[in-house]
């Protein structure tokens, strides 16, 4: 399998650079066998957390991604309500999946589709399906979250707290954040040992207690792609949050940990829509301070699965032991659950 990877080769972007699979970060045999997700790939799936729990495994095993991981993003954005929402049950956004379906291993694609493992349906012909029927399919849904996910987890070496970050805040925020706010990717000169280096202590920021960041003042913003009736600004209380010793914007960090923030109490009149510019969807606000505690963070609901709601944890609670939250960070490796000691050393995951 071979895929096309820009980020290697910015000066060619109109041109497909095909990559074997170990380039990418996946394991060598990656999505070479057949996948067997029966009915569950069907239109008439219903979208229920039982379902989406059998589907998240068959894909997880297939891409190298523990289904727990995935599972707390689903039930974090959103889950099984937001089937017909147009961003799906992992709220993977347009954007997100014109980058991400091409992505996903050709033996999946198929099994998406319910067509045979030697089907002979080119992939492009694969990829445009899957985009026509991303809203009918639960299936698809999730693969294409699934995915999003693993691209997050091989572009910052499996580090879970960054590709966190990432699926919620994009790439280029949490590679200012690995690389101290001087780039927006990975630097071509800095070599792998480097850049697991760089990513380590990026993910130890994020891992550290709420109490220990700094939090300054949060701010307003637009964002059309949630659902939203009045089409409000919504007011983010934990949206500035700091290292105090470095002094790096913490990014996602109100994503992955619930902290106590605020913001000024008068938020925009304006309506919130896509015809706000991208670059005015994020405004101070006025008035006096208001404070508030935010939802529980993705990181918080994959250390203790209680935290995921009855809903989500109930069919899975059997399977989902309880993490110990000591600020180790996170990390996929091999297809596993680990945590990285401060010297580098990887120690499993009891799950």
């Known amino acids: 399998m071979y895929i096309y990877n820009r980020q290697f080769y910015p000066s060619v972007p109109r041109c497909r650079v095909l990559l074997p699979s170990w380039h990418y970060g996946f394991p060598a045999g990656f999505g070479e066998t057949t996948v067997n997700l029966n009915s569950l790939a069907s239109a008439s799936t219903k979208p229920t957390v039982e379902n989406a729990l059998k589907i998240i495994k068959i894909i997880g095993e297939q891409i190298a991604v523990p289904w727990r991981v995935g599972y707390t993003i689903l039930a974090h954005e959103g889950g099984i309500s937001l089937f017909r929402h147009k961003d799906g049950v992992m709220q993977t956004i347009e954007?997100?999946?014109?980058?991400?379906?091409?992505?996903?291993p050709r033996t999946l694609k198929l099994a998406l589709l319910e067509l045979a493992a030697d089907d002979q349906t080119s992939d492009?012909?694969?990829?445009?399906?899957?985009?026509?029927?991303?809203?009918?399919?639960?299936a698809i849904q999730i693969a294409t979250g699934m995915q999003e996910l693993k691209s997050a987890l091989t572009k910052f070496n499996g580090y879970v707290a960054l590709a966190f970050a990432g699926y919620n805040a994009g790439g280029g925020s949490v590679s200012r954040l690995v690389t101290k706010?001087?780039?927006?990717?990975?630097?071509?000169?800095?070599?792998?040992?480097?850049?697991?280096?760089?990513?380590?202590a990026a993910a130890t920021m994020l891992h550290q207690p709420p109490g220990n960041a700094r939090v300054e003042q949060g701010i307003w913003l637009?964002?059309?792609?949630?659902?939203?009736?009045?089409k409000n600004w919504i007011p983010r209380y934990g949206s500035r949050m700091y290292d105090k010793k470095s002094g790096l914007r913490l990014v996602g960090f109100q994503y992955l940990r619930r902290v106590k923030g605020f913001v000024p109490s008068q938020g925009p009149t304006t309506v919130c829509d896509f015809s706000v510019p991208k670059k005015d969807r994020v405004q101070a606000g006025s008035g006096d301070l208001k404070y508030k505690t935010t939802r529980l963070g993705a990181l918080d609901?994959?250390?203790?699965?209680?935290?995921l709601g009855k809903a989500y944890y109930e069919p899975a609670k059997d399977q989902m032991p309880a993490i110990t939250d000591d600020n180790l960070p996170l990390k996929v490796s091999n297809g596993k659950l680990t945590k990285v000691k401060t010297d580098g050393s990887i120690v499993d995951v009891p799950i």
């Not at 492009?124 to 639960?138: D, S, V």
């Not at 706010?181 to 380590?200: I, S, Y």
């Open 222 to 230: 637009c964002d059309p792609n949630l659902r939203s009736k009045k």
């Open 95 to 104: 954007g997100a999946r014109q980058s991400h379906i091409p992505r996903i």
């Open 301 to 307: 609901k994959l250390y203790n699965p209680q935290n």
């Open 124 to 138: 492009a012909q694969l990829t445009q399906r899957l985009h026509n029927e991303f809203q009918q399919r639960l």
């Open 181 to 200: 706010g001087k780039h927006n990717t990975r630097p071509r000169t800095v070599t792998d040992a480097e850049w697991e280096k760089m990513c380590l």
